[in-house]
């Protein structure tokens, strides 16, 4: 297992979110449209092996339950046949036991949806705010300053990053680079932002 840190963003602040029409564990298809009354949106790629990803459900459970306005979405793109623990019934059983229990879990077979956002790791957050019905990036990096899965969190930068998206105001920080697992590419299915990056 590598930890990747995320530095070469493929979206920039105020760029509209990418389309996606994905299965969630409910069985339900969703698009970005279904969280059109929502102003905020957390979009996580994260799965359900890597021990990066599994310390930050609390968290993601956590802002899904405190922040009425703010939906939080989790789609797994990791290839499922060389990692079973990621397969699409194994997040539906997440969800059933209440590991995972925020607004959608979704699936990302084909794996263009992470390719399109320009994710990296699991977890990589992209945080959206509303604007006028479009998704535009607000912010991009780590949930907290846990950099490792045995470390607690002393800030909780995202949550901070929420309220002031939920606020109508800009956030002013920086980006700060998400710490995970690199996303399980099916062999071949690497975009050229993952093929260009230095190996560890």
Request: aromatic content about 12%.
């Amino acid at each position: 297992m590598v930890a990747l840190d995320t530095d070469d963003y493929r979206l920039e602040r105020g760029d509209e979110a990418p389309e996606f029409e994905l299965t969630g564990t409910d069985g339900a298809e969703y698009s970005l449209a279904d969280f059109e009354d929502f102003d905020a949106l957390l979009v996580v790629f994260t799965c359900n092996h890597c021990p990066y990803a599994k310390a930050k459900m609390n968290e993601l459970n956590h802002l899904a339950e405190t922040y009425d306005d703010l939906a939080v979405v989790g789609i797994n793109p990791n290839d499922a046949e060389e990692y079973p623990d990621d397969s699409f019934d194994r997040m539906q059983e997440l969800v059933d036991d209440g590991t995972v229990a925020y607004d959608a879990y979704l699936r990302d077979g084909s794996q263009d949806v992470a390719a399109a956002y320009g994710a990296v790791c699991t977890p990589d957050p992209f945080l959206f705010a509303n604007d006028g019905g479009t998704f535009r990036l607000a912010y991009h990096g780590r949930i907290d300053n846990a950099l490792n899965p045995d470390d607690e969190p002393t800030e909780y930068e995202m949550r901070e990053y929420v309220e002031t998206v939920l606020a109508g105001e800009d956030v002013d920080a920086e980006d700060k680079p998400s710490r995970g697992c690199s996303i399980k590419w099916k062999a071949g299915n690497e975009p050229e932002y993952f093929e260009a990056r230095p190996r560890s």
